[in-house]
């Protein structure tokens, strides 16, 4: 489930004789494990690359896609990420070799299917079909085999909850492709991914960042920034394995920042060189963004009664509407709940959770858990929810002014301290989540 292979890098002076070492070392044997890896390159040795195409690079045999990540000055390919399947015994060290040509991209079970509003990707072992434009709720369904594991139907999606402060309330919003912002970026033989560009609703109303509507003259004055999402969905020919990264963006400037009179008006951020979105943006004011809760959902189909494991093996029966929750609440401690009541404790957690009934189950794996905590995974009966900031634990504090008015209609304001997030202009929050749809077996290793 969480990969543990060490990889070593040895690029030779000809790149015909590239190789990189890969060694197995969780003590588990692996049967086609995706393996990622950048590759650096000489000056002129591929030349006449675009950044995000494929580049003419192989493995001998192997089914592998070399992705170019950037170029040298006279347009030849710097980097490029290699990805390819391999087998391994447990404690395996191997050598791969790569060079011009010599691959084999035509063996793949990778197929895409466009219907205009959706996108199924079948990756010959499982089926995820993903929704377009503002029904965008990350996983919509999602199978193995014939067996429906996955069933949001509409609903869930990246859910975020705004702190109520003197310019926003604490309304709950859900985010939603922009139009042009469903992109297929690899489409195999080994990889798929989908990028999706798209902001946050209540209802009409879209989610800015907080700050004072101020500029330099009336006519330019701005709104705070919408905040924006970027989602990268990817999966694996022959896998069951999805693997998800989110970001979630504050576009907006840190005080004056311009230039000049109304510099802080709309600023168009280019996104890909075929798509650009204009965000609004003031100079005067800092635009931060706090808010008090960050998720989404994956709604099991696969029973009211599953068993539920963890950290160290923790598990627990579950049925209908129990709960059971890991939380990474401190670099250095993690917990673990059931209906509410606490039931093991420890350190620094891998944050893994594995829901399972039968011959059908559902895993995911939190990237850099405690490294990146607070990180919680719930199951809420039939709902797996990939906490990426928990509320009511959030590190930081902020001030919240409420105005009171008592029985003898004298005003007063209460002031409080509650917990939030923030993120300061400008900046962003990434995370990375791993998902296996299984059979009934499978290793956290």
């Known amino acids: 489930m969480r990969s543990t292979l060490f990889l070593l890098l040895i690029a030779a002076a000809v790149l015909q004789a590239s190789y990189v070492t890969l060694t197995e070392n969780a003590g588990v044997n692996r049967n086609n494990e995706i393996v990622s890896v950048g590759i650096p390159l000489r000056m002129g040795e ?5 950044m995000g195409t494929e580049a003419p690079l192989g493995i001998s045999g192997i089914p592998a896609q070399f992705k170019v990540l950037s170029n040298w000055y006279d347009g030849s390919a710097r980097f490029v990420l290699a990805t390819f399947k391999q087998n391994f015994s447990s404690g395996e060290s191997k050598q791969v070799y790569f060079g011009k040509g010599g691959g084999n991209a035509s ?3 990778l197929v895409l299917t466009d219907r205009n509003d959706t996108l199924t990707i079948n990756t010959g072992l499982i089926r995820v079909e993903l929704l377009k434009g503002k029904k965008f709720n990350m996983v919509n369904r999602a199978w193995r085999g014939s067996n429906l594991i996955v069933d ?15 310019y926003n309330d604490s309304l709950t919003f859900r985010g939603a492709a922009l139009t042009d912002s469903f992109i297929v970026e690899e489409s195999g033989p080994v990889r798929s991914c989908v990028y999706v560009v798209g902001r946050f609703y209540h209802d009409t109303i879209q989610m800015k960042a907080s700050g004072e509507v101020t500029c330099n003259t009336p006519s330019l004055k701005q709104p705070p920034p919408y ?3 970027m989602v990268r969905i990817y999966t694996f020919s022959g896998s069951d394995e999805i693997k998800i990264t989110t970001v979630l963006h504050n576009s907006g400037q840190n005080g004056s920042q311009g230039t000049g009179s109304g510099s802080g ?3 168009t951020f280019t996104l890909l060189d075929t798509m650009s979105k204009t965000f609004s943006l003031c100079e005067d004011s800092p635009q931060r963004l706090w808010f008090t809760e960050f998720y989404y959902d994956m709604k099991t189909a696969i029973g009211s009664s599953k068993t539920v494991t963890t950290e160290n093996g923790v598990s627990a029966s579950l049925s209908g509407s129990d709960r059971f929750s ?18 093991a404790t420890g350190g620094k957690g ?32 039939d709902t797996l929810r990939i906490n990426l900031f928990p509320r009511d634990i959030s590190p930081e504090k902020r001030r919240q002014q409420s105005l009171l008015v008592y029985s003898n209609k004298t005003p007063a304001y209460q002031l409080r301290f509650d917990s939030c997030y923030h993120i300061a202009p400008g900046s962003w929050y990434r995370s990375d989540v791993a998902f296996r749809l299984h059979d009934g077996n499978c290793n956290p290793a």
């Open 152 to 166: 949001n139907s509409g609903s869930g999606g990246l859910i975020i909850k705004q702190f109520k402060d003197s």
């Open 46 to 50: 591929i030349p006449n690359q675009v």
């Open 107 to 109: 063996q793949t079970e």
């Open 350 to 381: 891998m944050g893994y959770i594995d829901v399972k009934s039968g011959s059908s189950g559902i895993a995911a794996a939190l990237k850099y858990c405690w490294e990146a905590y607070p990180k919680r995974l719930d199951v809420l009966g």
């Open 227 to 229: 905040v924006r999402f």
């Open 326 to 343: 890991f939380l990474q609440g401190k670099p250095d401690m993690y917990y673990v709940f059931q209906n509410g009541a606490q039931t």
């Open 265 to 267: 008006g709309p600023f």
